[in-house]
Nanobody
């Protein structure tokens, strides 16, 4: 069983920055951040595989940066120039198989363990 714990959410004004952290037990082949906003679809935001390849959704590209700290089996998401539409609950996800390859990194089905989520609120 893999334990996944997120931290770092909070409230910020538009244009501000936040950093999310995720700690996971054991070794995981791919890791990602997803988010769920009220009334919106569950969305893959950013992901990284065991080779260090990253993938971002178009909505956050150029503003968010995902970093994997392999030695600590942890994951960071630096979020800059935040917008009100970034308001959501953010979830860390880990995959122990990740068989879908690079193009599946933002698919929910790629991941088999999830954290409880951390809230990010961006005010205008």
């Amino acid at each position: 069983q893999v334990q996944v714990v997120e931290s770092g959410g909070g409230s910020v004004q538009a244009g501000g920055s936040l950093r999310l952290s995720c700690a996971a037990s054991g070794y995981n082949f791919c890791m990602a951040w997803f988010r769920q906003a009220p009334g919106k679809e569950f969305e893959g935001v950013a992901a990284v595989n065991s080779d260090g390849n990253t993938r971002y959704s178009d909505s956050v590209k150029g503003r968010f940066n995902i970093t994997r700290v392999t030695a600590k089996n942890s994951l960071l998401l630096q979020m800059n120039n935040l917008k009100p539409e970034d308001t959501a609950k953010y979830y860390c996800a880990v995959g122990t198989v990740c068989s879908g390859g690079y193009w599946a990194l933002l698919y929910k089905s790629t991941y088999n363990y999830w954290g409880q989520g951390t809230q990010v609120t961006v005010s205008s």
